[in-house]
């Protein structure tokens, strides 16, 4: 199994999973154009997409959708609330749906996928556990770590997990205050130091490769994000040199990650 992030924070989200000859994109929050780009450097048209899973109806996830259908038929899986969503905000959408149930695992195109539900200010939104010949876990847009996202994510060999501010840049920072309040709360966006104890977690339940997405630009910086979670982890005695490998989603290039390898190759 391979992952590619192909663009990750608050200016589109879109990432590539792909197994044999099944090719899922989690999100679709950037142009048409930038996603075809992406996959021709990986030797794929969107064409050749199995599907596309959504994970909630903020623009910077779905903008991309309305020209897709328009050019290709591509299968489109979300949960039910925000397929809904879809149904009255991209016309002709629904010819290309299907609705997930929450906690309910489904196959598609050839892989098995478990939405499970993630905190954040919408009226549903889901990560996603993909188990093919490895198992890949993806968490972003969440306020708070919650039993349902650990379970979700239990055993996982590789998850992108949200990492989005540094809570002192946050209040520090241009942002309005209302904004601030949005980001930090139940329902926002995860810190640094909430990323890093998802991630004592998840090595606890056999993670050993964890990808730092949905970086902010304002509030949020590689460097901080990633000695942050390796901090945490190495408070509880996990080298971060040679036990667990970590490294950030860019916001705009692609990272190309191999799940189920072991860390040294």
């Known amino acids: 199994m391979q992952v590619y992030t192909i663009a990750s924070g608050s200016g589109g989200n879109c990432t590539l999973v792909r197994d044999g000859e099944s090719a899922v994109l989690i999100d679709a929050g950037i142009s048409m154009r930038r996603i075809s780009q992406a996959l021709a450097s990986i030797g794929l048209s969107p064409g050749q997409l199995s599907g596309i899973l959504i994970t909630h109806e ?11 259908i328009k050019h290709y038929d591509i299968p489109i899986f979300a949960p039910r609330t925000v397929a809904n969503h879809l149904c009255w905000s ?11 149930k929450t906690g309910q695992e489904e196959n598609i ?12 200010d919408t009226p549903e939104s889901v990560g996603y556990r993909i188990s093919g010949s490895s198992v890949f876990g993806f968490c972003t847009d969440c306020g708070h770590i919650t039993e349902e996202i650990i379970e979700g994510l239990s055993g996982v060999d590789t998850a992108v997990i949200e990492s989005n501010h540094d809570v002192g840049m946050l209040l520090s920072g241009s942002y309005p205050p209302a904004l601030k309040r949005r980001i930090l709360s139940d329902n926002g966006h995860l810190s640094n130091e909430s990323c890093g104890c998802l991630a004592v977690e998840l090595y606890k339940r056999g993670t050993r490769k964890m990808i730092l997405g949905h970086l902010s630009r304002e509030n949020n910086r590689p460097e901080i994000a990633r000695q942050c979670v390796a901090g945490a982890l190495a408070a509880e005695g996990i080298n971060t040199d040679s036990d667990i490998y970590i490294d950030i989603a860019p916001e705009k290039d692609i990272l190309k990650i191999s799940v189920g390898d072991s860390l040294l190759c």
């Open 109 to 120: 195109c050839g892989l098995k996928v478990l939405p499970f539900r993630t905190p954040h």
């Open 58 to 68: 903020h623009s910077d996830h779905i903008c991309g959708l309305s020209t897709l």
């Open 90 to 100: 991209i016309a002709g959408v629904e010819d290309y749906l299907t609705s997930l």
